[in-house]
């Protein structure tokens, strides 16, 4: 009898962790944002995607409540001029971490609707083709913080 007790509630707590980690394939850490310079409308985000699943994800758009626009851009240095395009989807395979940082892929925000000062939390909401949207807060940081 006791044992029976014992082996359904083993049963529940498995059923219960299960249905806890199935949300999260996508653990996005380090999120922060470069706090804008003077009155210029445009900085840019960063933060790490690692991807605990099992199914490719692609992160399709970003927005935030501070800016009327965000898209993910590549920045890479050719021949000392440096140029960034638009990177429509970005692709997180399984076991892999993106990582978004100073000099390479990055979060373009534009059109600010007011300047933001070291110390600031912005929340981002990343849209993902399978895992949906995820809201993540951005710290801002000073011009000379890494
Ligand atoms: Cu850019």
Redesign the pocket.
């Known amino acids: 009898m006791i044992r029976a007790i014992l082996t359904a509630c083993c049963l529940l707590l498995s059923a219960l962790t299960y249905a806890g980690e199935a949300p999260k394939a996508l653990v996005i850490s380090d999120v922060w944002m470069r706090a804008s310079l003077g009155q210029v409308p445009t900085t840019?985000a960063y933060f790490k995607i690692e991807n605990r699943g099992s199914a490719d994800d692609k992160l399709l758009s970003v927005s935030t409540p501070a800016a009327a626009m965000a898209?993910v851009?590549n920045?890479a240095t050719t021949n000392g001029v440096m140029t960034?395009a638009a990177v429509p989807a970005l692709s997180i395979k399984p076991g892999q971490t993106v990582e978004l940082s100073p000099g390479g892929l990055?979060i373009?925000v534009m059109n600010l609707k007011a300047p933001l000062k070291a110390g600031e939390t912005v929340p981002l909401t990343l849209k993902f083709e399978r895992a949906g949207e995820i809201v993540v807060q951005a710290e801002v940081r000073g011009l000379g913080k890494p």
């Open positions: 840019t898209h851009h920045s960034m990055h373009m």
